[in-house]
């Protein structure tokens, strides 16, 4: 099982990253934090990054029946979902697998929220994908 849904695209990083924004909410998920990796490191440590964002997205009906399922399940949440540019320059959107959720506890409910989950981040990702750069 691959720990990430990844995708790249043509987009220009802003772009991308307002993008992720926008398809994330399609799907029902509220950006909760927003980190950027990249002016953190910098500011703390002097380290120089490529362009780095952490979006922490919550669907709210989801994140409730993983709880329910699993209380220690929320060590997971919110679903961090990076756009980064690459080596090559590309930009890459990635979220963590929620099939993982299914690796610590188990249970019907917990699939269903994991299938669900992982389906919407998906669709979101792979739509971002397929935006035109303008």
């Not at 949440?77 to 963590?96: E, K």
């Amino acid at each position: 099982m691959d720990h990430a849904i990844t995708v790249t695209t043509d987009l220009p990083f802003d772009e991308a990253l307002q993008a992720t924004r926008e398809r994330l909410s399609d799907e029902g998920f509220g950006i909760l934090s927003e980190i950027d990796l990249a002016a953190t490191l910098k500011a703390k440590i002097g380290a120089d990054l490529a362009p780095q964002v952490i979006l922490g997205a919550c669907r709210p009906p989801l994140a409730h029946a993983a709880v329910q399922a699993e209380p220690s399940i929320g060590v997971f949440l919110p679903c961090n979902v990076v756009v980064r540019v690459d080596d090559a320059g590309r930009t890459v959107v990635q979220a963590m697998n929620p099939d993982f959720m299914t690796q610590i506890a188990s249970g019907a409910a917990l699939e269903d929220v994991a299938a669900d989950a992982k389906a919407r981040i998906t669709r979101a990702l792979e739509a971002v994908a397929a935006t035109p750069a303008s």
